[in-house]
T-cell receptor
Framework: GNSVTQMEGPVTLSEEAFLTINCTYT??????LFWYVQYPGEGLQLLLK?????DKGSNKGFEATYRKETTSFHLEKGSVQVSDSAVYFC????????????FGKGTKLSVIP | DAGITQSPRYKITETGRQVTLMCHQT?????MFWYRQDLGHGLRLIYY???????DKGEVPDGYVVSRSKTENFPLTLESATRSQTSVYFC???????????FGPGTRLTVL
């Protein structure tokens, strides 16, 4: 079946540090890949997505590249801010008819001034 | 544009009681989903619905019941709440043929 594996958290960084959150997946076919962000006390919001191999999704300074050869979709940001403190979820959509997403367990990021 | 709303936002109940969590969306999205979020498990799908009167089980459906008589509403009922159902519940929706899901703000349920 489909699965998503994210790096264990929590991750604590100083402001302006470089961020990488690793995500690897297992899926049949050609999945679409997503990063969602959950700020404290809120629901999940789509951060970025990529629908085919070598696509790069980007938003708010975050980037992730769909690497089919390594089945990965790592999230990166060059300079994090305190406001980026949140839980980040990697997810995939396998293309099956039910439009279900498979989520990773989430990585909590804390950015300290 | 209200989007997707959930009510109540917080609920405390006792073991054995019936509880209904409400979800309402204003976009006329075809698909709706219920997830529970627990530490160490991430989000797990409870039930989903492809359209009014069409529902199907997800990964963890036991102890839950759903209905969808109208496109915009997708209530989740715990028929006899148990402590293991203490969790944060999220409703989500998506357009037909589009995998991107839009999430509500969540309901924090505590079962004593």
């Amino acid at each position: 079946g489909n699965s998503v594996t994210q790096m264990e958290g929590p991750v604590t960084l100083s402001e302006e540090a470089f961020l990488t959150i690793n995500c690897t997946y297992t899926a049949t076919g050609y999945p679409s890949l997503f990063w969602y962000v959950q700020y404290p006390g809120e629901g999940l919001q789509l951060l970025l997505k990529a629908t085919k191999a070598d696509d790069k999704g980007s938003n708010k300074g975050f980037e992730a590249t769909y690497r089919k050869e390594t089945t990965s979709f790592h999230l990166e940001k060059g300079s994090v801010q305190v406001s980026d403190s949140a839980v980040y979820f990697c997810a995939l959509y396998s293309g099956a008819g039910s439009y279900q997403l498979t989520f990773g367990k989430g990585t909590k990021l804390s950015v300290i001034p | 544009d209200a989007g997707i709303t959930q009510s109540p936002r917080y609920k405390i109940t006792e073991t054995g009681r019936q509880v209904t969590l409400m979800c309402h969306q204003t976009w006329s999205h075809s698909y709706m989903f219920w997830y529970r979020q627990d530490l160490g498990h991430g989000l797990r799908l409870i039930y989903y619905s492809a359209a009014a009167d069409i529902t199907d089980k997800g990964e963890v459906p036991d102890g839950y019941v759903v209905s969808r008589s109208k496109t915009e509403n997708f209530p989740l009922t715990l028929e006899s709440a148990t402590r293991s159902q203490t969790s944060v519940y999220f409703c989500a929706s998506s357009l037909s043929r589009e995998p991107e899901q839009f999430f509500g703000p969540g309901t924090r349920l505590t079962v004593l």
